[in-house]
């Protein structure tokens, strides 16, 4: 499966984006669509995820409230609307597929996309 990811750009604080990332191929239902971001010099977080079965939405402390995974089926592709951006949101975000359990923060992605670089100016 690849995974192509886009939306990525400069905005300023406050402001908004909504990234996208579309799979090659259907995504399995047992699998879990999902968002991580790493800022320069720091490890890869975990963001948002969605349980492609259901649309069971997963977020991470720091952006709960603020962000909203959805997805479209018949597209492959997730979205991830980010409102109410902060400078600390500054980071490549990276979509991947696999499997997770939020609960006890297990991440097994067996797929990654490229990629793409969110710039919050404050």
């Known amino acids: 499966v690849q995974l192509q990811a886009s939306g990525g750009g400069l905005v300023q604080a406050g402001d908004s984006l909504r990234l996208s990332c579309a799979a090659s191929?259907?995504?399995?239902?047992?699998?879990?669509m999902a968002w991580f971001r790493q800022s320069p010099g720091k490890e890869r977080l975990f963001v948002s995820a969605?349980?492609?079965?259901?649309?069971?939405?997963y977020y991470g402390n720091a952006v709960k409230g603020r962000f909203t995974i959805s997805r479209e089926a018949a597209k492959n592709t997730v979205y991830l609307q980010m409102n109410g951006l902060k400078p600390e949101d500054t980071a490549v975000y990276y979509c991947?597929?696999?499997?997770?359990?939020?609960?006890?923060?297990?991440?097994?992605?067996?797929?990654w996309g490229k990629g793409t670089l969110v710039t919050v100016s404050s």
């Open positions: 191929e259907r995504v399995a239902n047992n699998y879990y």
């Open positions: 969605i349980a492609w079965s259901d649309s069971t939405p």
């Open positions: 991947a597929v696999g499997m997770i359990d939020p609960s006890n923060g297990y991440y097994d992605m067996y797929y």
